[in-house]
């Protein structure tokens, strides 16, 4: 079953952050490929922006930069290019983004629900990802060029 990851959403890290600190996108490609190693699937990783600098991929993991779209719209309409986009699981933490996929006829985990999928059983499949630094909200917000005014 083919795995598709919202990968700057999963990681926490804005596009910009990514070029500052590139060690963050490497660790969460070799923890998933751990993942694909152990339980078998193909996984591709969807990142916000270009590549930020010397490329990574470890064996089994494709790697997509979405520039100059969001990871999210890149997504979105691979979903709408394929002939069964209920074959894909995409895993997000984006409530918004899960919805659009759902609606798009893909299915949906969250990290924690691919992660309990994957570490099923006495196979673990590597550390939980979880941000290194609290979420920049200030940053997304310029980043998606939201007004933080708005209901």
Known sequence: MPYW?????????????AKEQPEIRRAFLSTISSCRTSRGGKFLVFFDGDDPGSSFSPPGVGVRYSAPLSADEAILRRLDEIQNPSEIIVVTNDRGLMSRCRNAGA???????????????????????EPRDPVDV??????FGLDKNEQ
């Open 138 to 143: 200030e940053e997304w917000i310029r980043y």
């Open 107 to 129: 299915t949906i985990l969250n990290w924690r629900e691919f992660d309990a999928k994957m570490n099923a059983g006495s196979i673990r499949c590597g550390r939980r990802i």
């Open 5 to 17: 990851f919202d990968g700057n959403n999963l990681i926490g890290q804005s596009a910009a952050a």
